[in-house]
């Protein structure tokens, strides 16, 4: 006991000693760290974390730990009352209370504890900051950081029923925000929006019930823990492993300020952070985002963008969260107010009424006769009826062309008709997005001029069918798909173990040493085989050239995860990689129906079937494009990469492979090298334009022109004497010119504008030609439209599918 007590003596004056020069391993009772000296700090023994004074705003710190190197903030004590600049310090006092004091006046923050004997604190290798009584045995723990998580948890650390994470306010403002991942009610794992005025669960989806999303309520003990080889497991059932798993580094799993939740590796102290694991790949699921009365939209280009609902402004233009308020007085008198339609709009929640089977006015009626509502949506559901919401509130306002339904927004009559509402929408986008993308992105601006410019050209030359078919509600009659549809929007949390890493021997046995050969494409070779339990894969061999044998294995398994969770009924699945030694390999779903290039030669397609894959690619690419968290380029749509399932659905092959294929590189040269084939390539390729999702744009219309005209692109016309360009503007110009030479002839005629598309359709589809006029026409115009030179003139894959969406059920 004596000799104990020696030690300890020797130990604390050895470490008072330490201390005394800037950083120490440990506080012991009596001593201060004081805000003037920031060099002073407690280090863990190891140099990887650190805890001491952090700087949070102009003359505000907060008491933190955070990782010693690229400094990250994993716990603080005060992050809502942060202390003064001066005369500040956190001291261990003798009674054994550790208290943070704010300019030497008040107390910002203590632990709250007593001791009778001497204490010390002290930051171990984990991160965890430990106070414990320095006379007795280790285990005498009086407080510990770990027990008191802000938004983040590290390995070993454990979210309990006493704890929750809570993001920070912004990635700016370290004050508590409106995010929390807690266990709820029913002991389900949830990340909970808790704002100013409302709170909701928006993870797992309230839509599913806990057994659908994977969950169980019967355990109690509520219990959620990640290790350091990137396993998540918690007591309710759900878990899942990083896209890194099994390799040893730093990782933090971190309650973000917009809502997510993500794991963040890092192989060397000296790395960035990346992401290994997020909850939630729709940015724009996540509640309260963009507040009250408003939409959010999300573009890879710009980020997450929130917008007012027409007839609103925005509240506090430095913080969306305040949502926008109206412009107008809403009469109660229902003559006085009309509705304004907002196709793709959804505002999730919050209905006031719910209605089956019930007509489009009965609808408009059941929100027209309440003074109070504001808005309704108007769907078709699986079951074949309509149905019918009406909304008080308009909160979790999303704009996605996947949502098959309408929303009617009510307005006073008078200030809709003097159309001021569009002219004026407020909307702004966020600009700190988690993950960059290493693309080069040569996005000018969207212009709303060419926007407009657009629709005016798609107007003139559809203005004589519109008016004489399109009522106002047929874009209203899309038919919603069945739920697993709706599962394919980006809920990607259902299975995550459904992914997983194999070894080469085992997919070289599954391919009998590669021997099946089944297709060749953009960076290497697809083989057919069979994985160990039994089920058919494409199996595509990467070419190393194209990697780059320096290619980081880490930074590879990062982008395959994030290909691998996405997830859309369009998209052929992915099930798998090896990354192994100088091995990159992909393991697909296997389709063995084949693909629309051999499909288009037998001549088995009908016309709707022809439409409903020109439909389910421009969806699939919309969402490659536009709603993924990170931008993916396909860079090779040609018929070869579109294969057909058994209900004629196109699935697109081969995504992915722009990300996998020039991570490090930043030039469009680089890019070439996985350039698209021939026929299908847009001029940028040729001329070496910077490359930006256009060019999959460009490549789309040239397959909806062949699948119009059924001649290729590929063979039309060519001769070997021929140059690239010309190769790929053959069937694009045959086709402009069979419009021009029609419409000039018939100049006078109302129906000018559709009978230049007799004059190119496949023969095979011509005799079902007569009631499909306007669909066709259509299609034709959006595909001359994409194929056009200037890649600011062609539309996005999301205007696309508006456009060939609002036709998708034209009756015949
Ligand atoms: C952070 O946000 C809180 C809550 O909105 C606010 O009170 C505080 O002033 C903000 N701090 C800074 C430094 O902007
Ligand atoms: C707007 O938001 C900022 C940042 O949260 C806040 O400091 C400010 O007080 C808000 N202004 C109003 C008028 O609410
Ligand atoms: C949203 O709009 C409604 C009127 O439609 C208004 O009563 C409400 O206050 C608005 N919400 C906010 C946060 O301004
Ligand atoms: C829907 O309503 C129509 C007419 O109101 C009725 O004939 C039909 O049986 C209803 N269908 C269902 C499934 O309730
Ligand atoms: C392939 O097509 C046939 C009929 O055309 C169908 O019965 C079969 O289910 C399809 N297979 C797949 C995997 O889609």
């Known amino acids: 006991m004596a000799l104990s007590l020696i030690l300890h003596v020797l130990l604390l004056l050895s470490l008072s000693f330490q201390f005394s020069s800037s950083s120490s391993s440990s506080l012991n009772s009596g001593f201060s760290l004081c805000v003037e000296k920031l060099e002073d700090s407690i280090l863990s023994p190891d140099g990887v974390f650190s805890a001491g004074f952090y700087a949070v705003g102009e003359n505000a710190y907060a008491f933190a730990v955070w990782f010693t190197r690229n400094p990250t903030v994993v716990w603080m004590a005060n992050r809502d009352q942060p202390i003064n600049g001066k005369r500040s310090s956190l001291s261990l006092l003798k009674t054994g209370?550790?208290?943070?004091?704010?300019?030497?006046?008040?107390?910002?923050?203590?632990?709250?504890?007593?001791?009778?004997?001497?204490?010390?604190?002290?930051?171990?290798?984990?991160?965890?900051?430990?106070?414990?009584?320095?006379?007795?045995?280790?285990?005498?723990?009086?407080?510990?950081?770990?027990?008191?998580?802000?938004?983040?948890?590290?390995?070993?650390?454990?979210?309990?029923?006493?704890?929750?994470?809570?993001?920070?306010?912004?990635?700016?403002?370290?004050?508590?925000?409106?995010?929390?991942?807690?266990?709820?009610?029913?002991?389900?794992?949830?990340?909970?929006?808790?704002?100013?005025?409302?709170?909701?669960?928006y993870w797992p989806a309230q839509w599913l019930l806990s057994w659908e999303a994977g969950r169980t309520t019967y355990n109690s003990s509520r219990i959620a823990v990640i290790d350091s080889i990137g396993t998540f497991n918690s007591t309710d059932n759900f878990g899942f492993i990083t896209s890194?798993?099994?390799?040893?580094?730093?990782?933090?799993?971190?309650?973000?300020?917009?809502?997510?939740?993500?794991?963040?590796?890092?192989?060397?102290?000296?790395?960035?952070?990346?992401?290994?694991?997020?909850?939630?790949?729709?940015?724009c699921i996540v509640h309260g985002l963009c507040g009250a009365n408003s939409t959010c939209t999300h573009d890879p280009r710009e980020g997450r963008k929130?917008?007012?609902?027409?007839?609103?402004?925005?509240?506090?233009?430095?913080?969306?969260?305040?949502?926008?308020?109206?412009?107008?007085?809403?009469?109660?008198?229902?003559?006085?107010?009309?509705?304004?339609?907002?196709?793709?709009?959804?505002?999730?929640?919050?209905?006031?009424?719910?209605?089956?089977?019930?007509?489009?006015?009965?609808?408009?009626?059941?929100?027209?006769?309440?003074?109070?509502?504001?808005?309704?949506?108007?769907?078709?559901?699986?079951?074949?009826?309509?149905?019918?919401?009406?909304?008080?509130?308009?909160?979790?306002?999303?704009?996605?062309?996947?949502?098959?339904?309408?929303?009617?927004?009510?307005?006073?009559?008078?200030?809709?008709?003097?159309?001021?509402?569009?002219?004026?929408?407020?909307?702004?986008?966020?600009?700190?997005?988690?993950?960059?993308?290493?693309?080069?992105?040569?996005?000018?601006?969207?212009?709303?001029?060419?926007?407009?410019?657009?629709?005016?050209?798609?107007?003139?030359?559809?203005?004589?069918?519109?008016?004489?078919?399109?009522?106002?509600?047929?874009?209203?009659?899309?038919?919603?798909?069945?739920?697993?549809?709706?599962?394919?929007?980006?809920?990607?949390?259902?299975?995550?173990?459904?992914?997983?890493?194999?070894?080469?021997?085992?997919?070289?046995?599954?391919?009998k040493g590669f021997t099946e050969e089944i297709g060749r494409g953009a960076g290497g070779i697809v083989y057919k085989g069979v994985l160990p339990d039994q089920r058919i894969a494409a199996i595509k061999k990467l070419n190393n050239d194209n990697i780059g044998a320096k290619r980081d294995e880490a930074e590879f398994l990062a982008e395959v995860s994030i290909i691998g969770k996405l997830n859309h009924m369009n998209l052929i699945e992915m099930w798998g990689y090896c990354a192994e030694g100088k091995h990159r390999l992909l393991v697909y779903e296997f389709m063995e129906n084949g693909s629309l290039a051999e499909n288009l030669k037998s001549n088995t397609l009908g016309w709707t079937k022809r439409y409903n894959i020109a439909l389910g690619t421009a969806r699939v690419l919309a969402y490659l494009h536009e709603e993924c968290l990170e931008w993916i380029l396909h860079c090779d749509i040609k018929p070869q990469n579109i294969l057909l399932v058994s209900?004629?659905?196109?699935?697109?092959?081969?995504?992915?492979?722009?990300?996998?294929?020039?991570?490090?590189?930043?030039?469009?040269?680089?890019?070439?090298?996985?350039?698209?084939?021939?026929?299908?390539?847009?001029?940028?390729?040729?001329?070496?334009?910077?490359?930006?999702?256009?060019?999959?744009?460009?490549?789309y219309g040239i397959v909806v022109l062949e699948m119009l005209t059924g001649r290729s692109a590929t063979t039309m016309g060519s001769r070997s004497d021929e140059g690239e360009e010309a190769q790929n503007g053959r069937l694009v110009t045959w086709v402009r010119e069979k419009r021009k030479r029609t419409t000039s002839l018939e100049e006078g005629?109302?129906?000018?504008?559709?009978?230049?598309?007799?004059?190119?359709?496949?023969?095979?589809?011509?005799s079902q030609f007569e009631v499909k006029k306007m669909k066709m026409e259509t299609l034709a115009s959006v595909a001359l439209n994409c194929v056009e030179d200037d890649k600011d003139a062609r539309p996005t894959m999301s205007q696309v599918v508006e456009m060939l969406q609002c036709h998708e059920n034209d009756a015949s």
């Not at 923050?109 to 414990?132: A, E, F, K, Q």
């Not at 917009?258 to 992401?275: F, K, T």
């Not at 009978?755 to 095979?764: F, G, H, L, T």
Request: glycine residues 6%.
């Open 306 to 511: 929130c917008s007012c609902l027409p007839g609103y402004r925005v509240k506090n233009h430095s913080d969306w969260s305040y949502g926008c308020e109206p412009r107008f007085q809403l009469s109660c008198d229902r003559n006085e107010s009309t509705f304004f339609k907002l196709p793709d709009v959804e505002l999730y929640g919050y209905d006031y009424i719910y209605k089956k089977n019930i007509s489009f006015s009965d609808c408009e009626n059941e929100c027209s006769q309440d003074c109070e509502c504001r808005a309704f949506q108007y769907s078709f559901n699986n079951d074949g009826l309509f149905q019918c919401y009406t909304k008080k509130v308009l909160l979790n306002g999303r704009r996605s062309p996947n949502f098959r339904g309408t929303t009617y927004l009510r307005l006073p009559k008078t200030r809709r008709n003097n159309g001021s509402f569009f002219a004026d929408e407020e909307s702004a986008q966020e600009n700190g997005r988690v993950c960059s993308v290493k693309l080069e992105r040569a996005y000018t601006k969207r212009h709303v001029s060419s926007f407009v410019k657009f629709f005016l050209w798609f107007s003139i030359a559809l203005g004589v069918f519109e008016a004489l078919f399109i009522s106002i509600t047929s874009c209203s009659l899309m038919r919603t798909k069945q739920k697993s549809d709706v599962n394919q929007q980006g809920y990607n949390f259902l299975s995550p173990f459904g992914f997983r890493k194999y070894t080469y021997s085992e997919l070289k046995q599954a391919t």
């Open 97 to 201: 209370n550790l208290v943070l004091s704010d300019a030497g006046q008040f107390n910002a923050w203590s632990t709250d504890t007593t001791s009778s004997s001497p204490t010390y604190l002290i930051l171990n290798n984990n991160g965890n900051l430990v106070l414990s009584e320095l006379y007795s045995n280790e285990s005498n723990v009086l407080w510990q950081s770990f027990d008191f998580p802000t938004d983040t948890l590290l390995p070993g650390q454990q979210l309990t029923r006493y704890t929750k994470l809570v993001s920070d306010r912004s990635s700016t403002n370290h004050s508590s925000g409106f995010y929390k991942l807690v266990f709820d009610d029913d002991n389900i794992l949830s990340l909970l929006y808790d704002g100013p005025d409302v709170s909701s669960i």
């Open 647 to 699: 209900n004629y659905q196109p699935k697109v092959a081969d995504f992915g492979l722009s990300k996998l294929l020039n991570r490090n590189e930043q030039n469009a040269q680089s890019i070439s090298m996985i350039r698209g084939t021939r026929g299908y390539m847009a001029p940028e390729w040729v001329f070496n334009l910077p490359i930006t999702s256009k060019v999959d744009v460009y490549s």
């Open 244 to 283: 890194d798993y099994g390799v040893v580094m730093q990782r933090r799993l971190k309650m973000d300020p917009d809502g997510n939740i993500r794991v963040y590796s890092r192989q060397h102290q000296n790395d960035p952070w990346y992401v290994s694991w997020q909850a939630i790949s729709s940015p």
């Open 749 to 766: 005629s109302s129906l000018t504008s559709s009978c230049w598309v007799e004059k190119i359709i496949d023969p095979a589809i011509g």
